[in-house]
């Protein structure tokens, strides 16, 4: 039975991840991700596990190195934030297109500038379209599974992408938290080994990342997208199978008391627990409102939120991202094209808060809700709000 | 090695006796690939490839390299091959020589040594890709990386990069009335990479390619980091004639542009004997369009700066030739036996 501790989540994640009987890691420093690098090098120079960990001179090395490892079959992972994550911005959506089963923990940091090292997601948005599988995690205790999960989703052969698990900077890497770590027993009955479609070996030459010709280019894209939408049911079933092995729950759109809820809020990573207690207090008060936890973020879960948002009047997604000039938040706009065919849907509305780590407490959340349950359908005119700008 | 000259026909007399004992005859750098006429850099590719054998993989950069060998559906890549980005060959051959040797350790792949190449050209080398290749290097990684030099971007059409030679003519850096074309020496990568006390550097030309192959077969056996810069004439580029490669990499050395030497362990060593007197830098860059808009008085410059470099080179092989081996190999080993 797996045993009750207390550690700093993002050591945590390198706990977790040493259960999956890692190969090799490529890592480079940067703020607040680097408790995981730091942790996991530590448990390979205590021989805990056998890895090459590679302590390369930039996060473009990390992902082209854990790259090249991947494609001799190893089991590979990384780990960054914000301009790190922007700094492999060039080979990520090549992991995928070579489908590359890599797992990479994103610790959720703004990017610059101003330079900020708090959380925000605007460093994964960024990211949103390099064909990596992309989820969020809520606690330490989520984080650990995503982990694992992350492993066995990547190396799946109905998926072979690259899997990121995202966990909000400070607010979540830096928290000492209590959880459940599993046993290596059970990571290794819930995980098999990987096994590669093709690598790099004298035994059996492949070429891999060939030139394509304008001729099969859409052909590719279409197969990248194929296999990431495909991907979800696998997603699916990997989260049935930790469900009945762990008995912890996961679903691409949680929900947190929804039932008869005229007013949803929707959040995505740590600020989902805040706005529980939020909703808690609303609910005390007699105000119809519920939450959403958006844990999927690609392949996004069009039927799930569609489902998950029936009967309620007002949607209001809290974004920590911009797209300057554009509809809002990333979040936002996502929803909004989701449910834009549904003949009764809640009036989206799209909060901007949390930026930088901007602190957001119950009563923020409970000011949100309240403003959001006063809007009309048909009169909400503004696309989105900076909520909490000081001078306003 | 001057059979043509003893056999006046052209013909090679009991080559297949020989050059079996001399060369792989195996094609790993099949033909069909999509090189210009007289391609010097395909020529070394393929040499490269002879030298190194079956048990090798090779990381490559973006570059005429990888666009000419790997239009999809075909390939030109007998040997396991990858290509990812262009600045990242060095980081991408980390990864695989990483991956090999764990996955060896843990028996899931043959217990047999194969050997993690990297390369890519002057600029994926020596300017976008300098950041991964030092740290490759510095990181200790049993890799060899070779860098097919033809010095500038010829994939992109000819733009200059910091291994143009000062003086020649590019699109980004051309001649003109108010510009000599690129107004900056040619960059000293071996040098560099002597700096990063990597156990083999060297230099090499396609035109003489047992000295290549030979260099790239010691380099395979290091255990450790190698890097070989191996001059690749570019016939487009360099505006020469197509049949001009293999004369124009030999000008380059006779010259003392390129001398061809190496450093094993930090010992500087000649490769190729030269004549007493060098041949004139002017032998070589009358021959090339590049160079065509130079005044006397500016390849007079050229000249004095190579004859500099090039005393300063033979400084280094006097001075390795000084020191006792003994020596050199208690300093060398006091840091390799540390962890």
Redesign the interface.
Known sequence: MAKRIGMEVAMAVAEAVALCRL??A?VYPITPNTHVAEHLSDIVAEGRI???F?????E???M???????????R?FTATSSQGLMYMA??LP?ASA?RLPIVMSVANRAISGPLNIWNDHSDIMYQRDAGWISIFGENGQEMIDLAIQAFKIAEHKDVLLPVNFNMDGFQLTHMVEPFEMPEQSEVDKFLPEYVPYA???????????????PE?FNEAMQGKDAAMVNSKKVILEVWKEWERMFGRKYEPVASYRTEDAEVLLLTMGSMGETAEVAVDELRKKGKAVGLLKLKLWRPFPFEELKQAVKGAKVLAVLDRAVSFGGPGGPVGSEVRSALYGEADRPAVLDYLIGLGGRDMSVEDFIAIAEKASLADKKKTKELYEFYGVRGK | MNMPEKNPQGNIENFDLYAPKLVDKEEYFSYGHRACQGCGEALAVRLMCKALGKDTVIASATGCMEVVSSLYPTTAWKLPWIHVAFPNSAAVGSGVEAGLKVLRRKGKIADRPVKAVAMGGDGGTLDIGFQALSGAMERGHDLLYVCFDNEGYMNTGIQRSSATPFGASTTTAPAGKASIGNKTWKKNAPEIMVAHNVPYVATACHSYPLDFMNKVKKAKKMKGPAYIQCLSVCPTGWRINSEASIKMGRLAVETGIFPLYEVENGKYRMTMELPEKLRPVEDYMKLQGRFRHLRPDQIKLIQDRVNLEFRLLMNKVEHSLSWLDKDWEISRGQTSSIG
């Open positions: 190969d090799m490529a056998d890895a090459e590679l302590t390369v001179e930039s473009h090395s990390a082209s190195a854990v790259m090249g490892a991947s494609a001799t079959g190893a590979t060039e080979v090549i070579m690598t790099l070996h004298p035994d059996r030459p492949v070429t891999m990342g060939a030139l394509g010709m099969i």
